[in-house]
């Protein structure tokens, strides 16, 4: 507790700037699975107590049933066009074809008790039955609230490089023994007048091949959230056993019409003997221009842990995969520009930059909505710089390929009734 302690306050100390939960609103994250960015940003808003003081309600259930039809090729070359080095150029082609249904029960029982069930199917290559979210949430006197089962929470802001989300870390040694898949948490949140404490517990040991969480592969988790008029502020630390203890200061606050953000990490490699620290820190922006046509988010983020890794959850396209932190500086530009006429038609363009090895993602495309429900993507997702670096050897979205084109087509709605006592 005495280098919690400390460790925390060095933070506050380094930490004069702000933060805030910037997501754009184009769905290019579920296409090219980012893995610079936890799939999904659930960033829960400062005040989570009011969200789930929703929760208490007259007792009834809700039926919820979603559909996602996904076609499209994703062609690319083995190597990019501008490498004339004499290597073989291969070019091939990808295929993608998915159909998604999802059917989610959500009973309030009582008053102080409610129970969420997703249960989804898909094909190809073959029928799946899958468990989404199951959980249970409890409330006592309206003064704590208990959520409990299979679910991703996430801490955290920037929707590029999402470090401070600890609850997504990933030890060697817990990918060894197989604890590297969906998350159980066990949560207690507890409302303090303009902000928070929230406890946790979780697992990601295989529960559902059978497995029994033992308390040594449990990771323990506390979070304490004000929103002031001048600044938003979280803190927090986690730590799981053959893990480093990690802690976290995020702070943002609204400078004009522009969104500042700020988050600081601290780590301890060994907490039974702790002579070397690390961490890392980024701080970065969202605005809006020309009456919100245009969104722009840009984020500068450095790293100095090392051999960090984070769990991926699984999209329409990608699997789940685990993924390492880059190290040293980096950079992140998000931009979207949205048109008028039929539907919400527009245009976007992301870019990532790895210093350490000269290395770049871009990905520019669009996204146009002909008709009700379907949508129509178009994107160049192209790996810049070294051909050692970074993403040009390791991103995900790119398929194994450092160029290639994206044509996808998707379908999808949804349906929701419900019946209250």
Known sequence: MKWFAVLLGLLVIMSPCAQENTSLDFDIDSLFGLPDQEVEEKTEDVMTEVTILSLVRKRGIIFDVSFEFIAGIMPGWKEAPWFEDGRENFFFNQKILRMTSSFVIDAQISEAFRVLTNIKFSIPPSFEVGLGDFFFDYNLFN??????GKYEHAWGISPNYSFTNLLARISLKNQEKGY????FTFKIDIPIKIGGIQLLAMTREPVMQGSIPSVRSLGYGAKYNIALPVIDLDIGAFYQEDMPFRSFLALKKTIGKTEV???WLGVIDDIKNPKKLSGAFNIGFYRDFFDNKLSLNGEIFYNAEEYASWYSPETNILESKVFDYLEGFNAALNLIYRFKGIGPPRFFTQIRYSMKGNSTLLIPGFMLPPFQNLEFYFAVPMALGSSKGY?????????????????LVTLKGGLRMGYNY
């Open 180 to 183: 590297n898949g969906e998350a």
């Open 391 to 407: 993403y040009y050897t390791t991103a995900s979205q790119l398929k194994d390929r450092p160029f290639g084109i994206a044509l």
């Open 143 to 148: 003064k704590v609230f208990f959520r409990v």
């Open 261 to 263: 953000y700020n988050e």
